[in-house]
């Protein structure tokens, strides 16, 4: 299986300033045959259902704000928020879906400083 | 829009089937470009993708090996629905379950069943 381990567990920013987290894949999940990185990253609030947010590891879901962005190739993938709101307080998972079987990472908490 | 809605009840005992459906509107269980997914999420586990189905000329499936001898995913062309039964349950399976849509990633999920397994 592939296992996603993201950095940090949590992460507490301003208001306004950059939050960046991290996420590493144990097997690279860049398909070859399309060139595009089966990577996803979701916001979880609590009490709802994971919300997708970035899909082919850099492309946002309809409605999502473009402060919102993914990164990264192969095994090394990062969102950027890039100018954090409160309505962004959250839990964030990576998720690969190169399987079966499909895995996600740990869940990043972030929180207002 | 798509929309999913689980049903089932919240509560089974120990060593009982977990029965959990979940009802598509807005796409169809049987669409050739789309699967369907449960996905359960507990403190211990975090997010545990569990089983897939979809439909291209003919059924097919996934399961998770860590259920695979418990679990069947099933669909319901008549209602346009799927279906979870996870079988000979310990309170190690307490968890939100989650329907999903995969049209490549997860895009659409539904709101959650927590499913309480008591001894």
């Known amino acids: 299986d592939i296992v996603m381990t993201q950095s940090p567990d949590s992460l507490a920013v301003s208001l306004g300033e950059r939050a960046t987290i991290n996420c590493k894949s144990s097997q690279s999940v860049l398909d070859s045959f399309n060139n595009k990185n089966h990577l996803a990253w979701y916001q979880q609030k609590p009490g709802q259902p994971p919300k997708a947010l970035i899909y082919w590891a850099s492309t946002r879901e309809s409605g999502v704000p473009d402060r919102f962005s993914g990164s990264g190739s192969g095994t090394d993938f990062t969102l950027t928020i890039s100018s954090l709101q409160a309505d962004d307080v959250a839990l964030y998972y990576c998720?690969?879906?190169?399987?079966?079987?499909?895995?996600f990472g740990q869940g990043t908490k972030l929180e207002i400083k | 829009q798509v929309q999913l809605q689980q049903s089932g009840p919240g509560l089974v005992k120990s060593s009982q089937t977990l029965s959990l459906t979940c009802a598509i509107s807005g796409d169809s269980v049987s669409g050739n470009s789309v699967a369907w997914i449960w996905i359960r999420q507990s403190p211990s586990r975090g997010l545990e993708w569990l089983a897939r189905?979809?439909?291209?000329?003919?059924?097919?499936?996934d399961y998770a090996v860590s259920v695979k001898s418990r679990i069947t995913i099933n669909p319901d062309t008549s209602k346009n629905h799927f279906s979870l039964q996870l079988n000979s349950v310990t309170p190690e399976d307490t968890a939100v379950y989650y329907c999903a849509r995969q049209r490549d990633h997860f895009d659409y999920w539904g709101q959650g069943t927590l499913v309480t397994v008591s001894s």
């Open positions: 998720h690969q879906y190169s399987g079966p079987p499909f895995t």
């Open positions: 189905t979809y439909y291209r000329s003919k059924w097919y499936f």
